[in-house]
């Protein structure tokens, strides 16, 4: 059987084959963060599921409520006490916008499709691959090529924040550009498996930057008003990758060498990317803070109109008044002023991992096969549609029902629905139905996830880090998104012939019962406040 995984964490939503699934992470206008998931496993076994990811939109208000659990109490916000000129929301209340951001987030989104392309393509090609470079009964040798991703990722992952601060946003979309566009073409043209793997080691580095500059180049060129929608773009675009890999690979059954073709498509948008990026406006917030005015300027005036540059250099001007740290080294993310808050994401990354979505990804095409399911793509389309509708649903309330209620309610459809996957498996009373309740555990388990889960950690990470400690501190979040994957994908089939799939399932659903307490205790609700806002509150609770 073969399997993808997706990555939603900015969570995102992604696709990638072995035993790890992923999420991306989407992004903030504070945000610069990265999801990916791509795992390991017994190429055989590889099965195919779909998850979410999403991104938020915050609107500005003038006081703020609770911070972690305990509601603080409300202030009114000052532009000139926000520590850093990327924590001024853009807000367009004062007049109509003659300029226009769609055309450069639709640019940006080309990295969220080849994300979602480059994990999703091995899904079909790895059968076939293995047959023409000889390597058709050599599990292990499969695995790294499903694996090599990972590694690339977790390396981009560690790098994207960190190259997008020094040389902009839109020159690391350039730079992304060589691994992705460079990985595809050695992919398509390998005639052994060690060129195939540095193929797919690439790509993962260009996977791992995308997972973090796609979503904080959108949500920092985003208006507040339409932050949110826009950012959930990234996530639908990942999914459009996903499906054009799963499409690219029907051919397959008619020309096995089809394989190479759907990794050498992948070197058009990649090119695409650098050239659009080439004319697309550089972030306001990060010319400013470089000292770069006049650039500055003219970048407000490309998104969002000349009558607008005063009012916004304005701000960015009083945001930087009074306050100008430098950057944070990594020992300051364990000090007293920011763990907290570092911990927070690091966390949420922790019990997504943990939660049990990977064990769904293993077992899904088994359990449709029990229901009489015979069909992959089946399985696929069903897990696909609940990932999908999961996904709309948490867009369209992320800015009503808010960040900190969508995630405990995700966690509790997830809790519940591994408690009805585990008891499918053991309770001879319902035997006669195990088939059929094990489908409806596993499409209401992706569906919650999707609600929340998925979506929210790589969301609300962005909005509650301070600007000096941001880029280290997603890269730490992210690197535990990653490790942990990893680790579960090396000893989940371990710990499931040793305890049983429904102990499991059942430990899975008490992880996901104390996330719903953790997040009650201990996030910060960002709806509906300003990114300076959520400063102001978080600094004064610690």
Not at 344 to 367: D, E, K
Not at 404 to 427: E, Y
Not at 471 to 500: C, D, P, Q
Not at 530 to 538: C, D, K, R, Y
Request: charge should be positive.
């Amino acid at each position: 059987m073969q399997a993808a995984t997706t990555c939603a964490v900015n969570g995102g939503v992604g696709f990638y084959f072995g035993n790890r699934s992923s999420k991306i992470l989407g992004g903030e206008l504070r945000s610069r963060s990265g999801c990916v998931n791509t795992g390991r496993t017994n190429p055989s076994d590889l099965r195919l599921a779909s998850l979410g990811m999403g991104v938020q939109l915050t609107r500005p208000i003038t006081r703020v409520g609770g911070v972690f659990g305990s509601s603080a109490k409300a202030r009114s916000v000052r532009a000139h006490a926000s520590e850093d000129p990327e924590d001024v929301a853009l807000t367009t209340s004062q007049g109509t916008s003659s300029g226009s951001v769609l055309p450069y987030v639709a640019v940006a989104c080309l990295g969220a499709i080849l994300f979602g392309y480059h994990l999703g393509v091995v899904n079909g090609a790895l059968e076939y691959l293995a047959k023409d470079l000889g390597i058709a009964e050599n599990t292990v040798l499969q695995g790294w090529i499903v694996s090599a991703s990972l590694a690339g990722a977790t390396v981009g992952s560690f790098t994207g924040g960190t190259l997008a601060d020094k040389f902009g946003r839109t020159k690391t979309f350039q730079l992304d550009a060589i691994p992705l566009a460079f990985g595809a073409f050695l992919c398509a043209s390998a005639q052994n498996v060690q060129t195939m793997i540095i193929g797919r080691l690439l790509a993962g580095i260009g996977i791992g930057i995308s997972s973090a500059i796609v979503p904080l180049y959108i949500s920092e060129i985003s208006p507040t008003e339409i932050r949110g929608t826009l950012g959930s773009v990234n996530q639908l675009f990942i999914c459009i990758g996903i499906l054009l890999a799963l499409v690219a690979g029907l051919p397959l059954a008619g020309n096995p060498l089809w394989w190479r073709t759907m990794f050498a498509v992948a070197v058009v948008p990649s090119v695409l990317l650098a050239i659009g990026m080439a004319f697309s406006p550089e972030s306001p917030r990060w010319l400013f803070q470089q000292g770069k005015i006049a650039q500055a300027e003219k970048a407000i005036k490309t998104l969002y109109g000349e009558e607008r540059v005063a009012d916004i250099m304005q701000d960015l001007t009083s945001a930087t008044q009074g306050f100008k740290e430098p950057e944070a080294g990594w020992f300051d993310l364990f000090s007293k002023r920011y763990w907290k808050v570092v911990s927070v994401g690091a966390a949420l990354f922790l019990f997504q991992q943990f939660a049990g979505i990977n064990a769904v990804v293993y077992y899904s095409t088994a359990v449709f096969r029990s229901a009489g399911i015979a069909s992959d793509v089946a399985a696929s389309a069903l897990v696909g549609a609940a990932n999908v509708i999961g996904t709309m649903i948490a867009s369209s309330l992320m800015d009503r029902q808010g960040r900190k209620s969508l995630l405990m309610t995700s966690f509790s459809g997830m809790a519940a629905s591994m408690l009805l996957l585990s008891f499918s498996f053991t309770w001879k009373v319902l035997a006669p139905y195990s088939g059929s309740l094990a489908v409806i555990g596993t499409v209401l388990y992706v569906f919650s996830f999707s609600l929340g889960a998925g979506p929210v950690p790589a969301l609300l990470l962005p909005e509650i880090l301070s600007s000096r400690i941001r880029a280290k501190a997603v890269a730490l979040a992210l690197g535990t998104h990653w490790v942990s994957n990893f680790t579960i994908g090396l000893y989940f089939l371990s710990v499931v012939n040793k305890f049983g799939i429904s102990s499991v399932y059942l430990g899975f659903s008490i992880v996901c019962i104390l996330a719903v307490l953790y997040i009650a205790a201990n996030v910060v609700e960002t709806k509906g406040r300003s990114l300076e806002e959520i400063e102001l509150a978080l600094s004064s609770s610690t």
